[in-house]
């Protein structure tokens, strides 16, 4: 009895995660994934090349029909595992029985024995029993699969009008379904509702989905591939938003040329981020040049600092601290100037601007004392340096906090390194503490530094460790 019992166990474990994986994929591959073509049964082409882990044999067979045949503890589990199993072996007659039943007597797993039903009607092209079986889904994992295989079978069976009425509720439920989006599109084109087609159209086009070109084609069908200023911006967002950096700056220039002057200094902004994403950093700079707000002129800078023009990135710097002398931006900009000069070992010269940053920028006095700290680190001046990374450590909300944790403790343990053998304590308050471990007892968290930490905790980190360079912005 009891082998019976753990074999069940086991045996509806992995078929119970086979079913819930099942549900989840659905849903990736509506969000990722091209879809199902509109009346295939949402997920049957994948479901049918999935092998269960524990494939029906006689021994697992006879096993599950004693146990529901003598009423035996665990049988509703054993109906589930038994049609699932049919299921995946092909048997769909008698997958239907054990699910059905399945449906009936095991509350706990009555959505996801509906589900395989499901599964199992579409792919027999019994599409009014897996229309039934699918509207009576509630669980709310299961939901997305549901409609989409109501709306499958609807189509299979012929009731547009119903099947226009269920992609509706569905598109209004999952808005990023471009496929079915773009069936309930083509289905109130063929019922004759022109505004209706042409608004879901686009839709699609607007949002720059993986369907923008048959949206369009249909557009111009349908004669409203006219779009207004504002359409041209939304498309063109989505489309950089995308990646998609070449189609977005024809577009942003096509909306150029009907802007007026209100928008035309932001939407020249964006050509330019445009051409800066494609690496056109001399295009870039020259678009940038066209306008002189403070965004434009810090992006003008980046790209002339990308094409390594020292002298072009110098010019601009001094132009905008001479018009925008308080501008966070700026701060930006000196930023970058000094952590370029540390890295070329211009080590006064980067420390100067650190420091101008620290008294004129509040805000961005984070990221001036990681530059003054680690400044002196590499340079050997680990009192400073521990005295930088102490007060950072104070930015406990700060996504670099272990970061600078880590560095203040490795700047703590450099001070005691160079402590002498008899080097009183008064010359150095840390001296006295050569042989404490500085890293128990720190925090730790699942980061980078965070796992760091653990292994200094340990003893098992390597004793070369730098910190990577800021990452500039695209």
């Not at 509703?76 to 199993?85: N, T």
């Not at 968290?445 to 460790?465: A, F, N, V, W």
Request: contains cysteine.
């Amino acid at each position: 009895m009891s082998r019976y019992i753990t074999l069940l166990s086991i045996m509806f474990l992995v078929c119970f995660c086979l079913s819930v994986r099942t549900g989840h994929a659905s849903e990736l591959r509506s969000a990722e994934a091209p879809q199902s073509i509109p009346g295939q049964p949402p997920g049957q082409s994948a479901d049918a090349s999935v092998a269960v882990n524990t494939p029906l044999n006689k021994e697992s067979e006879k096993i599950l029909l004693d146990t529901i045949q003598n009423g035996l503890p665990g049988s509703d589990r054993a109906m589930f595992i038994l049609g699932r199993l049919y299921k995946e072996a092909g048997d769909f007659g008698r997958a239907e029985q054990y699910l059905t039943r399945s449906a009936e007597t095991y509350p706990l797993m009555k959505d996801y024995a509906l589900k395989l039903l499901v599964e199992v009607y579409l792919a027999s092209g019994k599409n009014e029993e897996a229309l039934q079986a699918a509207r009576r889904i509630e669980n709310d994992l299961l939901l997305k699969y549901a409609a989409q295989s109501e709306i499958s079978a609807l189509l299979s069976l012929g009731r547009e009008d119903e099947a226009v009425n269920a992609l509706s509720r569905y598109v209004e439920r999952y808005p990023k379904d471009w496929e079915r989006k773009m069936s309930l599109a083509r289905l109130l084109k063929k019922k004759g509702d022109k505004e209706q087609t042409v608004i879901l159209m686009k839709s699609i086009y607007l949002n720059a989905a993986p369907l923008s070109q048959e949206a369009l084609n249909e557009l111009k069908l349908l004669k409203a591939d006219r779009f207004t200023k504002e359409e041209l911006l939304k498309r063109a967002d989505n489309l950089f938003k995308n990646g998609n950096y070449p189609r977005a700056e024809s577009t942003f220039r096509e909306a150029l040329g009907a802007a007026d002057d209100v928008d035309r200094e932001a939407i020249i902004l964006s050509i330019g981020r445009c051409q800066f994403s494609q690496k056109y950093y001399g295009e870039a700079a020259k678009t940038f040049a066209r306008i002189r707000t403070p965004e434009a002129m810090y992006w003008q800078a980046q790209a002339l600092y990308r094409r390594s023009d020292e002298a072009g990135f110098e010019v601009i710097k001094k132009e905008f601290e001479s018009i925008y002398p308080d501008n966070n931006y700026l701060a930006l900009l000196l930023l970058m100037d000094a952590d370029e000069l540390r890295r070329n070992e211009r080590f006064g010269e980067a420390e100067r601007i650190y420091r101008s940053v620290l008294e004129r920028f509040p805000e961005k006095a984070e990221d001036a004392l990681w530059g003054m700290g680690w400044l002196n680190y590499i340079t050997g001046d680990y009192k400073n340096a521990y005295e930088f990374f102490s007060r950072l450590t104070s930015y406990v909300n700060s996504r670099d906090f272990y970061k600078y944790l880590f560095w203040m403790v490795r700047s703590q343990e450099k001070i005691v390194s160079a402590c002498g053998p008899s080097a009183p304590a008064g010359d150095n308050d840390l001296c006295g503490l050569k042989d404490y471990d500085f890293f128990q007892g720190l925090f730790t968290d699942e980061s980078y530094y965070g796992y760091l930490i653990k292994l200094r905790q340990t003893g098992k980190l390597p004793e070369k460790i730098a910190p990577a360079d800021p990452e500039q912005p695209d």
